[in-house]
């Protein structure tokens, strides 16, 4: 650790108001001292960072950190305000700021090092020592583990005071409650150790064993098989997949996200205590991750966000596979190859018409598999694996009745409510280990094949048909406004819940095909290439605006873009969200418009430039995407040329402060 804070990393005085002032402050002495290379492009994977989850900690500290390619080596800066900066912490501000930077491939020993350093910013002595720290080498010391906190000694015993009396004879002590824990974080450096001794010290202090297991960056050890099977719950405090989560099954479980875990051990603990009491004693019964993760007060909004992007992230795999084999077979055998027979009764090995009939047929089969795989893992966000068999089943269900991408969304949430609502049942203990092998898939199918085919099914069919209908008939005006709809959407999150909403949209369509539903496809594909594209010209337009990291990310956001992968532009939009994105949104809105108007039109549900021969109206098709890049890229352009971030400030070659070696004023956004 003394290798990772020197007293040139430790500024006692800190001046700033802001979490991007104070990042940036510390950041230059990292800089200074050669241990990071380009100052802006860590700053960005800071603030990229920081949007995942804020960093502030209650007791008043701020841990912003990440791992970043611009790290030479591990490093930790530590900083003192004068006046508490907002870094998000539910008690307020924190005077107590450490900047933790990893390298991207930091290894095991550093990490568990930082992680020593999480755990003791969970004790008070260590936090008071830092407050009342007044030299920056004897702090660096002290963080670094070199010094000892200095804590107050006991009070000595008055001259003559009477003897204490002897403590009566101790009763037979009563039965310890046993938890085990786990614990994770996306970065896995600072809130998954931190989360695991605010554990660990709640349960000292309500005489509770606690055994955590915290599963970061540098890995993690296994809580041994018989300390699993002795205790009487589990509490999981993550926001990343727990790890074999199988081993804790049959327990009391509490599951929450991991700041939970740092904020309000002793209310986890409690809460595990009183489900142990009610006889909740299946991990299945506390319902899945997705439906308890997050801090308390997360509305039912959120969590149907969730479960929907649960759905949608397993479908977009068959989406991209089955759709672009059917574009394939197009593109080979021609608009009639869906006329084809079947390859398993008719394939000549040299015709060129038989190798285009497969690729179609095998697509046409990946694609097929779009509504059950959405519906099913839909309830598998909501209840998890006991979800999967009637969400298939509903999916497969909404498929036989012609209800199409609704039906499927509708069948996913219903098998996903119906497993919840059977998993709060208290059962004998002698069913309880068949209860998610039989009995709940058994029933959750019935309850399910019931309403879609005979109590929901049909009105969502029906309104499926109207939209597809709706779809068929857009034409003028109409077309135009929900093209530029789409083009927001598709922008405004860059790869989000909005960008996968409308994506999932259109390839719903594409299960059952008319003019209407390929316009669509058209043009959210369009508007989902502009941003990369967009950023990528800009840089070559005004190289100064944008700093080494942003030219060289721009160079990959040309393929990028050109492939239809929005999330190409996220780099730029984490450095500068409020002038990349509305420039972004702005330029989406042109294209789907345009695209609309020109009435193009689309077969594959992906392939971005690659599928042009699928592209109805082709040439205006590309002049859509054009003029909505055009119209980006000028748009940031100017929204950063007014922001005063030009040549001067990023000096001749375009790295910050080159000609005059200081760094540029304009913060990075958050």
């Known amino acids: 650790m003394s290798d990772m804070i020197t007293a040139d990393l430790v500024d006692l005085d800190l001046a700033a108001e802001t979490k991007e002032a104070a990042a940036r402050s510390l950041a230059e002495r990292m800089v200074a001292l050669g241990r990071v290379t380009d100052l802006e492009g860590f700053l960005a994977d800071v603030a990229a960072r920081e949007a995942q989850m804020p960093t502030g900690l209650d007791g008043g500290i701020g841990i912003p950190h990440c791992r970043s390619e611009h790290v030479t080596e591990p490093t930790l800066a530590f900083g003192r305000p004068a006046e508490g900066i907002d870094f998000g912490a539910p008690d307020g501000p924190a005077d107590l700021i450490f900047l933790i930077a990893a390298p991207a491939g930091a290894d095991d020993a550093h990490l568990t090092i930082l992680s020593a350093l999480a755990r003791r910013l969970m004790d008070p002595d260590f936090t008071a020592a830092l407050r009342a720290a007044t030299d920056p080498a ?25 003897e204490p009396e002897p403590a009566p004879a101790p009763e037979t002590p009563p039965a310890v409650f046993r938890v085990v824990a786990v614990t994770s974080c996306p970065t896995g450096i600072a ?56 081993r804790f099954a049959g327990k009391p479980t509490v599951d929450v996200g991991v700041k939970a875990g740092i904020n309000r051990p002793a209310e986890l603990i409690a809460e595990v205590r009183d489900k142990a009491a009610r006889g909740e004693t299946t991990a299945a019964a506390t319902g899945s991750p997705v439906d308890e993760a997050g801090d308390p007060g997360e509305g039912y909004g959120t969590k149907l966000r969730k479960w929907l992007m649960s759905g949608v992230s397993y479908m977009v795999p068959f989406v991209a596979a089955g759709g672009l084999l ?59 694996r006991p979800g999967l068999v009637p969400g298939f089943v509903g999916g497969s269900i909404a498929l036989t009745i012609n209800a199409g991408f609704l039906g499927g969304l509708a069948a996913g949430l219903i098998a996903g409510g119906t497993v919840m609502a059977i998993q709060r049942i208290k059962v004998p203990a002698a069913l309880r280990g068949i209860m998610p092998v039989v009995v709940i898939p058994l029933i959750s199918s019935a309850v399910v094949g019931f309403l879609m085919f005979l109590v929901v099914g049909k009105p969502i069919a029906e309104l499926q048909k ?42 719903g369509g594409l299960a059952n095909p008319n003019e ?43 393929v990028l873009g050109g492939s239809f992968i929005t999330e190409g532009a996220i780099p730029f939009a984490a450095a500068d969200p409020l002038r990349v994105i509305p420039s972004a949104m702005a330029g989406g809105a042109v294209t789907g418009a345009l695209s609309m108007l020109f009435e193009c039109t689309l077969r594959a549900p992906h392939g971005g430039i690659f599928v042009l021969p699928l592209i109805g109206n082709p040439v205006l098709y ?34 910050p402060g080159a000609e005059s070696g200081t760094a540029p004023k304009v913060p990075v956004s958050v």
């Open 138 to 162: 004897a702090t660096a010391s002290l963080i670094s583990g070199e010094t000892p906190p200095v804590t107050p000694a006991p009070a000595e015993a008055a001259v003559g005071a009477a």
């Open 466 to 507: 109207a939209l597809t209908d709706w779809l068929s008939g857009l034409s003028g005006a109409n077309a135009i406004i929900l093209g530029v709809v789409l083009g927001l959407m598709m922008c405004f999150d860059l790869g989000g819940p909005l960008n996968k909403v409308a994506y999932a949209f259109a390839v």
């Open 191 to 246: 809130h998954t150790y931190m989360a695991a001794e605010a554990l660990e010290q709640a349960g000292q202090a309500e005489g509770v064993e606690v055994v955590v297991e915290p599963q970061g960056s540098a890995g993690f050890t296994r809580i041994d098989p018989a300390v699993i099977a002795a205790a009487d719950g589990v509490i999981f405090a993550h926001d990343v997949p727990v790890r074999e989560k199988e």
């Open 622 to 655: 590309l002049i859509a995407i054009l003029a909505g890049t055009a119209v980006s890229a000028a748009l940031v352009i100017l929204l950063k040329g007014m922001g005063g971030r030009g040549e001067k400030d990023l000096g001749r070659d375009g790295a």
């Open 516 to 558: 209407g539903s390929l316009k669509v496809m058209a043009a959210v594909m369009a508007a989902g290439m502009v941003p990369p594209l967009a950023m990528a010209l800009a840089t070559v337009v005004r190289s100064a605006l944008f700093t080494r990291t942003e030219r060289e990310n721009g160079k990959a956001a040309w």
């Open 326 to 384: 059917i574009a394939l077979g197009f593109a080979i055998g021609g608009y009639t190859i869906d006329k084809a027979p079947s390859v398993a009764e008719h394939f000549v090995w040299t015709d060129s018409t038989s190798w285009a009939a497969l690729l179609f047929q095998v697509g046409g089969l990946a694609f097929s598999f779009l509504v059950p795989v959405l519906a099913g893992y839909i309830a598998y966000g909501m209840a998890d």
